[in-house]
């Protein structure tokens, strides 16, 4: 915390820290690694240049999953919520914060995730999948919107 903060504070006030949830690492390890398992065979007993650049394809998304794991996140701070998804942040106050949901979007044939929706109301619109956020950070961050939200304005898992 800046000291500039900490001084415009009352003695008795204290700043709650910022909940901050990112998909969970392991996960998206877990969605990249079997495809390198399976290509290892094929590629050890290669030496063709397409081999080395069919090692290299899977390698490559093998070391950007932490990259894009920092790049999706939810921060619930005492200004609002934000969420840094597709390569931007949006931000919505608590102020004008309306609605808040948790529902279950479809991700293809018959695989479903929940999507938090935030809704502001000045027609702000935020979403973001928790497919690849642990269930221990998504119940934390759930609750957490509950409690600083106005009663109602919550729906939670269908």
Do not use: C
Request: charged share 20%; hydrophobic share 45%; aromatic share 4%.
């Amino acid at each position: 915390m800046r000291e500039s903060e900490e001084n415009s504070l009352s003695p008795g006030e204290h700043r709650k820290p910022a909940i901050v949830v990112r998909p969970a690492l392991r996960f998206g390890l877990l969605l990249v690694a079997p495809g390198l398992l399976l290509l290892l065979p094929r590629l050890a007993l290669s030496n063709s240049l397409q081999a080395r650049l069919l090692w290299g394809g899977p390698t490559v998304a093998l070391l950007a999953v932490p990259l894009l794991t920092r790049l999706m996140e939810i921060r619930l701070d005492q200004e609002g919520v934000a969420v840094r998804f597709r390569g931007r942040t949006s931000r919505i106050p608590w102020t004008e914060l309306t609605s808040a949901s948790l529902t279950a979007g479809s991700m293809g044939r018959s695989r479903s995730t929940s999507l938090l929706v935030l809704e502001g109301n000045k027609g702000q619109r935020m979403e973001m999948p928790l497919l690849l956020v642990r269930v221990s950070d998504r119940q934390r961050l759930m609750y957490a919107l509950e409690q600083r939200m106005a009663p109602g304005t919550f729906k939670g898992e269908p």
